[in-house]
């Protein structure tokens, strides 16, 4: 029998063995089968899994800085995939399970990327598409049990089963003792607002770094567990909802989906959550909509506890007692209300919700504080691990709306003259693969990332974001507009689901709006609309003149420049499909002026 020394926890294959060591018989990934039944692995199935796997890969002459690529969703074979490849010393790549053949033959051409673990049938065939382009790649294997002619496609189940049989557990352990944790664990390639993404150089001190300043800043229960959502592939999900959890031992269910979102929370009851602003959004119009059918007394009950709760939020965010008799009414409505919804939705457990990739609205963030969910909205970038910011328990520091909290341990910040957020710390990247040029002009030589956002930072050192440095709209008249500020009020509106302002050199502001058709459509049936065609709805003259009225509301609070002058609606949403949106849905503004450039000038024709 094999006894057990621990591992320095520098790198995360490390961290894994000890905590299968800790937690052998722990569930530590869910995921629904075919028959919508949770199916779960221990921290010792996985562990099984990720021996197997790693043998195979030295089997195939894996050697410590060769690269493998993984281009899936959510599924425990990504984590066995990721520890597998770390364990040999290769570094792995994430592709986004969405990209298309030509920009997952961008990402593997770029890496050099030797093997690509697959989800299933989209992302072979758009590898086999692109066949000739891939002049590195040696092998693909295929999670999903795929039979394929190709010798280049190799199915999961038998990269186990031959890596079973060829165990050289003696070599992983001795290559993950053996590891530079200053060398490359991964690669992860920015979205790519403009121009090719860039492949960021996350080493392994980077990762592990990470994991801890997160955990420091933001202690949490072992043995908890989360409801994951966000992609894999993206930084943000890798270091707190999945190499975070792992430290802690903890339990992660994988959702399909958000349409599967409440149905999965409702299920697990998670302490722990990390989505992006669209999800609490969504949730928060689910329930205003189901409010909206309510009786008249259901509808003034509710408002009269939102009232309550916006009196004592100054108290709840600064963890502070609510006087009396303010108290009082406000631990009443819990009973009666907040305690029902949080059960409702599935976050009657939740100890913290974690929010980052986009500006949240200090409305929504409001209505969850009220009703007892922490949210803490944070910052970062691929390039720095990703965290940097984060607002923590309110035990701990207050939490302040409308800004990513304060900075995280061992984590410096400043602002350029500019306004250009820097930040400094052991989780920014090691550069930008084979782009040597690119690196030197975002980190300085004494370590401060130059980060492309626009923010200020606060007398407690809270950093508040107010646009991309790219994105910001110079009018005309000169003055500087921030238009994901704008973009983010007017999101908030319960009939529109997207929206890209425009106005760059130009005399006043115009808008491309996306409404959310099922809210649409309820209020037009209510005015007696019976035409639910998208294309034919948002022509009608009713319709346009209600988002006049929403535009015009939702100016108010702007000054004039930043004001929507004119608005056209869009019958189709926009989509990474089209190009418009990057894998973690931000708008590529340039290719959406692009794409409706005939409709933008006829907003701009006097």
């Not at 923010?455 to 005309?476: E, F, M, P």
């Not at 869009?570 to 894998?583: N, W």
């Amino acid at each position: 029998m094999r006894v057990h020394q621990p591992y320095e926890e520098t790198t995360i294959p490390g961290i894994f063995r000890n905590q299968v060591e800790k937690s052998r018989d722990i569930v530590f990934l869910k995921i629904r089968d075919a028959d919508k039944r949770w199916r779960e692995y221990t921290y010792a199935d996985i562990s099984k899994k990720v021996d197997a796997l790693a043998s195979y890969f030295l089997k195939k002459g894996v050697q410590p800085g060769d690269r493998i690529a993984i281009y899936s969703g959510n599924r425990p074979e990504w984590v066995v995939s990721d520890i597998a490849s770390l364990a040999v010393g290769a570094a792995n790549v994430t592709v986004y399970p969405t990209n298309s053949g030509p920009e997952a033959e961008y990402i593997l051409t770029d890496s050099g990327s030797k093997i690509c673990m697959c989800a299933g049938k989209f992302q072979v065939d758009n590898l086999l598409g692109e066949k000739d382009r891939l002049g590195s790649l040696q092998e693909i294997i295929v999670f999903d049990d795929i039979g394929y002619d190709d010798p280049l496609v190799v199915n999961f189940s038998d990269a186990i089963r031959i890596g079973g049989e060829n165990l050289a557990l003696d070599e992983i352990d001795r290559r993950i003792r053996g590891i530079d944790v200053e060398e490359t664990a991964t690669l992860i390639y920015t979205s790519g607002t403009t121009g090719n993404p860039k492949g960021a150089m996350l080493t392994h001190s980077n990762m592990v770094s990470n994991v801890m300043q997160f955990t420091e800043h933001h202690p949490f229960p072992e043995r908890g567990t989360c409801v994951s959502l966000l992609p894999l592939s993206h930084a943000l999900e890798r270091t707190v909802g999945y190499n975070s959890m792992m430290k802690e031992g903890g339990t992660i269910a994988y959702t399909k989906g958000s349409d599967t979102l409440i149905e999965d929370l409702k299920d697990i009851r998670p302490v722990l959550g990390l989505y992006v602003p669209r999800v609490l959004e969504k949730i928060y119009e689910g329930v205003m909509g189901q409010l909206e059918k309510a009786p008249g007394s259901k509808k003034a009950l509710f408002k009269a506890a939102m009232n309550a709760g916006n009196a004592a939020l100054p108290y709840i965010l600064s963890n502070r007692p609510i006087p009396f008799p303010l108290g009082w009414v406000y631990r009443a409505f819990d009973k009666l209300i907040y305690s029902k919804l949080r059960k409702a939705l599935g976050l009657d457990r939740i100890i913290s919700l974690g929010i980052g990739g986009a500006p949240l609205s200090n409305e929504i963030n409001a209505f969850f504080q009220i009703i007892g969910v922490e949210v803490h909205v944070g910052y970062g970038l691929t390039e720095t691990s990703p965290m940097t910011h984060l607002n923590s328990l309110k035990h701990i520091t207050p939490i302040k709306l409308g800004t990513c909290g304060p900075p995280i341990p061992r984590t410096e910040c400043r602002i350029a003259e500019d306004g250009e957020i820097m930040v400094r710390g052991p989780q920014v990247m090691k550069g930008y693969y084979n782009r040597p040029e690119e690196t030197a002009k975002v980190i300085t030589k004494d370590g401060w990332f130059y980060t492309g956002d626009i923010g200020t930072i606060d007398q407690d050192g809270y950093l508040t974001i107010t646009d991309r440095k790219k994105d910001i709209i110079i009018t005309a008249g000169g003055k500087n507009v921030a238009p994901q500020v704008i973009e983010g009020m007017f999101a908030v509106h319960p009939l529109i689901e997207q929206i890209a302002v425009v106005g760059d050199k130009r005399k006043y502001l115009v808008a491309l709006i996306v409404p959310c058709f099922s809210e649409l459509t309820r209020w037009a049936q209510s005015k007696g609309i019976t035409e639910t065609d998208p294309e034919k709805l948002i022509a009608n003259p009713e319709v346009v003149g209600k988002f006049s009225e929403v535009v015009d509301e939702q100016n108010r609070s702007l000054g004039r420049v930043e004001q929507i002058k004119r608005f056209t609606l869009i019958h189709r949403p926009f989509s990474q499909e089209s190009g418009e949106l990057t894998p973690t849905l931000k708008v590529k503004r340039k290719v959406v002026m692009a794409n409706y450039s005939d409709i933008i000038e006829e907003m701009y024709r006097e």
